[in-house]
């Protein structure tokens, strides 16, 4: 057991446990692949390779750029943190777009004729959820700001006070 | 790994020789031993050579690189969450897609059954039962819906083990190089059954076949793969769970957020940057779209005044007015009806095993009516409410076919030959007192979309199923 484990690299059991799995997928692979196999093939692992190595890596070089290009803006006041302002309304409207994005760019062909409903609808749609989001968000940093001059006023005040009492 | 060690298992030196050559016989198989283990320990010394000249390679720059991946919040505990979402919700999805492939009854022939070579992965398949009369509205609903609700789930879950696909080297032992490949199926299955579906239900039909076949053998695929990663990792993910406690987290603001603890995983930051957020605000984000995806989706499928707030879901408005203003799945037009198929000359062909029947729509009118209040619901997700439809009972025609205990019915529509274009019903969905040929629905006739002049409406049928247009019934035993 422990020669199989230094040459395996671990327990029998996972070498089981694959060769189980392996032997489902090969059953349903031959059964998806059955027509035209190589477009599947691509699909399933363009599927994979379309996440791990275009989407992932575009939203977080978007997240890195944006926090980058806007930090080299001298603050001429304390700024709060507010790159979760502008990264909670793009991830939500994003997954909108991710999930809609044929009907929001009416990419269905049989979609009206089918169900009977104008297509149309859905970018201008998608678009005003976006402009709630951001302006929600918007709304929200600007209290954030708010509350934030708010307190450095009163942290410089305190140093000096009597100074500008009233008379 | 030294020469001569324990014998090999049973069984595995050949049969069995008699006794009397038995010195002979012990001496050679200890040759051919000896020689067997030289050549196992050159072979594995081989191995061990080129793994640990691997090994000794620095890993490539950029993301292979232990320091490039630098979120203060990645770490074992946050994938764990996500992971036990995804431990609960994935078993849902593929048990109501399990339940949907059911529901079409494949079993009644290759009329019904799109994957005739399925083998083993329909070995769970029964008779599809029509109580309660929501039951497909209720599975397929949440099937769909909770899909589109756990994207974000799916996203944050690749997102927080993403430094592992980079790990250097690429494999250490030959069971992390079959786990890996295993991964593979579970990445790409994962995200081509939501591709995939999500792509069907928008009836946007890009992907490289039928979907049906696609999304099921797809689901295998996935699914296997998701047994052994959850089985394997469940212990981990109990540790990582336990090792910070929920509710500290959720009080946790940003200036407290430090990293996990360095994980044998390689999931935690060697050189983490500063938090731009919280665990709270990670976890607050996915789950916010998911709320958000289930606001604009779930209207679909549960109908009436919420159908509006569907916002961005294929079947969130109502096509017309009127009693006939519900869901269209399929418009006449769409599959091509021929009106002069569906004029006055339409008649209703009944065969059984005595002479055939043909009804005009008036003689149809003329029998005594039935009325079942029974929704439609699709496999793409989205449904009605009950409608109050009315008609003849199949179980009334599939007597006056001469065969009162018909087994199964095929329902032949006008509509030309393809997908859907005919169905075999089973008896229980006969007999079931609600199961009409329906004329007429919330007391007007039936539209044109809705399958005038005569259509098959069945509790808990997929909507697919409740064939419209029909114009012949065959009852079988």
């Not at chain 1, 004729?113 to 968000?137: D, K, M, N, Q």
């Not at chain 2, 001569?4 to 030196?13: E, K, L, N, V, W």
């Not at chain 2, 996915?286 to 109908?303: F, K």
């Not at chain 2, 409410?385 to 009334?396: E, S, T, V, Y």
Request: glycine content about 10%.
């Amino acid at each position: 057991m422990a020669r199989f484990v230094r040459w395996y690299g671990s327990g029998p059991l996972h070498l089981l446990v694959l060769i189980a799995s392996f032997a489902i997928t090969g059953y349903a692979l031959v059964r998806l692949f059955a027509v035209r196999p190589l477009e599947v093939a691509i699909w399933f692992v363009g599927a994979a390779i379309l996440h791990d190595l275009i989407l992932l890596p575009l939203y977080s070089l978007a997240d890195l750029s944006a926090q980058a290009v806007l930090r080299h803006r001298a603050p001429r006041m304390p700024q709060p943190p507010w790159i979760n302002y502008l990264r909670v309304p793009t991830f939500l409207a994003g997954v909108l777009l991710l999930v809609w994005f044929p009907l929001i760019f009416d990419l269905s062909i049989p979609y009206p004729g089918a169900a009977r409903l104008p297509e149309g609808v859905y970018l201008g749609r998608w678009l005003a959820i976006t402009a709630v989001l951001f302006a929600a968000s918007a709304l929200a940093f600007a209290l954030k700001l708010r509350r934030v001059h708010r307190a450095t006023r009163a942290t410089k005040e305190r140093p000096a006070p009597g100074h500008d009492a009233a008379p | 790994m030294d020469s001569g060690g324990r014998p090999p298992a049973p069984g595995s030196d050949g049969p069995q020789r008699p006794s009397s050559e038995k010195g002979h016989a012990q001496g050679r198989l200890e040759r051919v031993r000896a020689a067997a283990a030289a050549l196992a320990t050159k072979g594995t010394a081989g191995i061990r050579a080129l793994v640990r000249r691997v090994e000794q390679t620095p890993p490539p720059p950029g993301p292979f690189r232990p320091g490039f991946w630098r979120s203060p919040i990645r770490g074992p505990w946050l994938t764990s969450v996500f992971g036990l979402v995804l431990l609960v919700g994935i078993p849902i999805l593929f048990v109501t897609g399990a339940l949907s492939y059911a529901a079409y009854n494949p079993g009644l022939g290759t009329l019904n059954d799109q994957t005739p070579d399925k083998g083993l992965l329909g070995f769970y398949l029964f008779d599809w039962p029509t109580h309660p009369y929501w039951l497909y509205r209720l599975t397929q609903g949440v099937h769909v819906t909770l899909g589109v609700v756990l994207v974000p789930v799916v996203l944050a879950k690749l997102w927080s083990v993403i430094p592992k696909l980079f790990e250097w080297p690429p494999a250490r032992s030959a069971a992390q190089a079959l786990e890996r490949l295993s991964l593979l199926a579970l990445v790409g299955g994962v995200v081509f059954e939501f591709v995939t579906g999500i792509l069907n239900i928008q009836l946007y039909y890009v992907f490289p076949g039928s979907f049906y076949t696609l999304h099921f053998y797809g689901a295998w695929v996935f699914i296997a793969a998701f047994v052994v990663h959850a089985s394997l990792k469940l212990r981990r993910m109990t540790r990582a769970l336990r090792s910070r406690n929920l509710l500290t987290e959720m009080r946790t603001g940003l200036d407290d957020t430090q990293p996990e603890p360095p994980d044998p995983d390689g999931l935690v930051a060697l050189g983490p940057a500063a938090p731009t957020t919280t665990r709270r605000g990670a976890l607050a984000m996915v789950g916010g779209g998911s709320l958000l995806l289930l606001v604009v989706t779930a209207g679909q499928s549960i109908g009436g005044r919420l159908r509006g707030t569907a916002l961005l879901a294929p079947h969130n408005r109502d096509p017309g007015s009127g009693p006939n203003g519900f869901q269209i799945n399929k418009t006449a037009a769409a599959v091509g009806i021929n009106p002069a198929h569906v004029g006055p000359d339409w008649r209703l062909e009944i065969h059984g095993p005595g002479p055939m029947l043909v009804l005009t729509r008036a003689q149809l009118l003329a029998m005594p009516q039935h009325a079942a209040a029974l929704p439609i619901a699709c496999v793409e997700g989205w449904s009605t409410p009950d409608q109050r439809w009315n008609g003849l009972r199949l179980a009334d025609l599939a007597a006056l076919a001469g065969i009162p205990d018909a087994g199964s019915v095929l329902v032949e529509s006008v509509q030309p030959p393809g997908p859907y274009s005919s169905v075999v019903l089973r008896g229980n969905q006969i007999h079931d007192p609600r199961s009409l040929l329906a004329l007429r629905v919330n007391g007007a006739d039936l539209s044109l979309d809705h399958g005038y002049p005569a259509r098959v409406i069945v509790p808990a049928n997929p909507g697919v199923n409740n064939t419209k247009w029909v114009h012949r019934l065959t009852f079988r035993t």
